[in-house]
């Protein structure tokens, strides 16, 4: 799982990073939200406290931000 984490975050910041994502787009947080997980997973096997907070509060706010994407498309 933290493997995966890894490369998601990689995957998203490598793309916005050379504009073929934009950060208004869901998958952008998509790729965030897998790599939260995929750490934060990580970290509570390896007993990282501190690594687990940072991922679950990353993801919570890539999750607000597909939400807010998807209200905006809808109005």
């Known amino acids: 799982m933290g493997w995966m984490g890894t490369f998601a975050y990689l995957i998203a910041y490598f793309l916005l990073s050379i504009n073929r994502l934009k ?16 750490l934060a997973c990580n970290a509570v096997f390896l007993k990282d406290y501190p690594n687990v907070i940072v991922n679950v509060v990353w993801a919570t706010i ?5 939400l807010l994407i998807a209200l905006r498309k809808r109005n």
């Open 23 to 38: 950060a208004e787009k869901k998958l952008y947080h998509i790729l965030n939200v897998a790599g939260a997980i995929g």
């Open 62 to 66: 890539a999750l607000s931000a597909i």
